[in-house]
Nanobody, 124 residues
Framework: QVQLVETGGDLVQAGGSLRLSCAVSGRTYSSRTMAWFRQAEGKVREFVAT??????STDYADSVKGRFTISRDSARTYLEMNNLNPEDTATYYC???????????????????WGQGTQVTVSS
């Protein structure tokens, strides 16, 4: 079983930065691709970033490329967010892949384990 807990969400001004953290419990964390998704109020959940189980591969949504960075260590996955704008306001979710040693993917159905989310609000 894999359990995820996100922290780091906050209210920040446009142009500011935040670092989200996803604490992961479970023996298989090191073998699972991880991802961040977000859901703005009234909108569908969307892909933000993903990192492979080895940490060697990453991918980002076009809307965050050059501003967000995903990384991981032995116990947590992170999302560094810079130059935030109001369109980044959303609940951010951490997710762990359905299968171990899977490739990176922006598809929600490739992820089985989800955290409860952390709120990021960017004021203009």
């Amino acid at each position: 079983q894999v359990q995820l807990v996100e922290t780091g969400g906050d209210l920040v001004q446009a142009g500011g930065s935040l670092r989200l953290s996803c604490a992961v419990s479970g023996r298989t964390y090191s073998s699972r691709t991880m991802a961040w998704f977000r859901q703005a109020e009234g909108k569908v959940r969307e892909f933000v970033a993903t990192i492979s189980w080895s940490g060697d591969s990453t991918d980002y949504a076009d809307s965050v490329k050059g501003r967000f960075t995903i990384s991981r260590d032995s116990a947590r996955t992170y999302l560094e967010m810079n130059n935030l704008n109001p369109e980044d306001t959303a609940t951010y979710y951490c997710a762990a892949a359905r299968y171990t040693y899977s490739a990176i993917s922006p598809r929600e159905d490739q992820y089985r384990y989800w955290g409860q989310g952390t709120q990021v609000t960017v004021s203009s």
